[in-house]
């Protein structure tokens, strides 16, 4: 049976989910919701499927199994609940909200109602994860120094606080979100930031830079960079500093451990794009017996926490306990 999938917000991060799914067998898309009627047209016709501005009545209509929710950071909450009062599984582009009230509202929902969710945190997907998780197994780990240094996206939501939550919690997101997933969770966080670095970009009120030093419930001391006043090109990964080796993962691409007499590289093979994908249908499929989900909402839910966590601390200039 084909499993029937419906998008709501129909940008540039629905049109990698579909690039994926289009190379799944069984999978038939159904519908499409934007508040801009002209995209999700261009998807509908695409993909053979309905356009909608209204996801209540998409939902109705279409009758998917699943749902992808790809709007912009503010605007979750009736989409999630709406799709999962009606069965739904369901998929959520990060970062998953801007309050944790929302997220916490649509992770109670989704347990309650026992649906297949999934996040959009596909860099845990990558073959080179699993390798440097399994490097990490065997060395004593003394820090960790994340960055997710660049430029501002052109989205005109972006540059709005309240409406993308700031570097810290739009992109470097998949950093905070690595470092929980490589180390644990975090117990206290301290942060500042800079603003105004920019000068040729008008009406925006996020920070240009921020630095957080977060401290482990293990005890580790990590620190994580955020910037998007970079015109030049960034950097985007993880240092890592173990007493017997340093470990650079450069964000999609590489992890290169260097020992005092040997060198090894890392790269990626598989799409991990494809993966994520491939996951939540493979889970919905299944049944929920075969999840190979590796970011399900619940777990997302402690990375936005995390990076709240960091604006309360820039906001109040006090560190901040999770
Ligand atoms: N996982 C990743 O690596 C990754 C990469 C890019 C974007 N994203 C995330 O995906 C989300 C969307 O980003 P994007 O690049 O596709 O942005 P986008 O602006 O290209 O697309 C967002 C779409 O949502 C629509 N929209 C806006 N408000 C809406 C509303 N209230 N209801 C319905 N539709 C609405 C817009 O009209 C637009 O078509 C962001 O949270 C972003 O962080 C994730």
Not at 131 to 160: C, I, Q, S
Request: hydrophobic share 40%; proline share 3%; with cysteine.
């Amino acid at each position: 049976m084909a499993i029937k999938v419906a998008f709501i917000g129909a940008g540039g991060i629905a049109g990698y989910h579909l690039s994926h799914l289009v190379k799944i067998q069984d999978v038939q898309l159904v519908g499409f919701c934007d508040v801009d009627s002209s995209r999700a047209q261009a998807k509908a016709k695409q993909h053979k499927a309905k356009a909608y501005r209204d996801h209540r009545r998409m939902l109705d209509a279409t009758k998917p199994h699943a749902v992808y929710v790809c709007t912009p950071p503010f605007a979750h909450g009736p989409y999630e609940l709406d799709a999962v009062a009606r069965g739904c599984h369901l998929f959520v582009e990060k970062p998953i909200a801007t309050t944790m009230d929302t997220a916490l509202e649509i992770r109670d929902t989704v347990a309650k109602a026992g649906v297949v969710s999934a996040v959009g945190y596909q860099d845990r997907y990558q073959d080179i994860i699993a390798k440097l998780k399994a490097v990490l197994r065997t060395r004593r780990v003394a820090t960790a120094m994340g960055y997710w240094m660049g430029g501002m996206p052109g989205v005109p939501w972006w540059r709005v606080k309240a409406t993308s939550g700031g570097q810290h919690t739009e992109q470097t997101t998949h950093i905070f979100d690595m470092v929980r997933y490589l180390f644990g969770e975090a117990r206290t966080v301290y942060a500042a930031a800079s603003r105004g670095l920019m000068t040729d970009v008008p009406n925006y009120d996020v920070e240009d830079l921020s630095a957080a030093t977060l401290v482990l419930k293990s005890g580790m001391v990590a620190t994580v960079y955020s910037a998007c006043c970079l015109k030049a090109g960034g950097k985007c990964g993880i240092d890592i500093f173990c007493t017997d080796a340093r470990i650079e993962y450069v964000e999609r691409q590489s992890v290169t451990v260097r020992e005092a007499s040997r060198t090894e590289e890392f790269r990626n093979v598989a799409d991990y794009g494809q993966a994520i994908d491939d996951a939540f249908i493979g889970a919905i499929r299944s049944k929920g017996k075969d999840n190979k989900v590796l970011s399900p909402y619940p777990d997302a839910v402690k990375s936005l926490a995390l990076s709240l966590a960091v604006d309360k601390s820039l906001a109040t200039g006090q560190p901040v306990e999770l």
